[in-house]
């Protein structure tokens, strides 16, 4: 976990929106997919919810946090989404940090950290926050938010599913 990002209490008001991430994450992992999910929320509303879509789309790009940030803005006709909040349950990757800061989100609140997907993985990307400092990234970073919960998906999907 970064300097960067900020600790939550356990218990807080973000865990009902995590758990819908969670939710969605179960559905992909159902349907064959990397079991991620993001939730993106304004005002205290759900806007949009996905799993990763990589495997089904053949689209490597496809991470639920692009597909929540896609379909937010095709709903709301619009490429900012300045005073939204992106829930995941896994800590964003570089590639979803990146479109986070050009769609304008305020706020990520995430499960796991990118270390644990890479204990599954072996092959996360991660980043230092001097990187993210140098790079000009303006989104905070809280977490871990019920990152037993997220950490145990990511298990359970090493246990019983092939990754790629």
Do not use: K
Request: net charge negative; proline share 4%.
């Amino acid at each position: 976990m970064t300097e960067q990002v900020a600790r939550l209490e356990s218990g807080d008001a973000h865990a009902p929106f995590m758990r819908a991430a969670l939710d969605a994450a179960r559905r992909g992992l159902l349907a064959g997919e990397p079991p991620v999910g993001a939730c993106l929320v304004r005002d205290g509303t759900i806007v949009t919810i996905s799993n990763n879509g990589v495997i089904s789309e053949l689209d490597v790009t496809a991470h639920a946090e692009i597909r929540v940030i896609r379909e937010a803005c095709r709903q709301q006709r619009t490429l900012s989404l300045a005073g939204c909040v992106l829930y995941a349950t896994v800590e964003p990757c570089p590639m979803c940090l990146g479109a986070c800061h050009y769609a304008g989100l305020e706020r990520i609140v995430f499960g796991a950290t990118l270390a644990d997907m890479h204990a599954v993985t072996g092959g996360e990307l991660r980043v230092e926050s001097a990187t993210l400092t140098a790079a000009g990234l303006n989104v905070q970073i809280d977490g871990p938010c019920l990152g037993d919960e997220c950490r145990a998906l990511l298990e359970d999907w090493a246990r019983g599913s092939a990754r790629r």
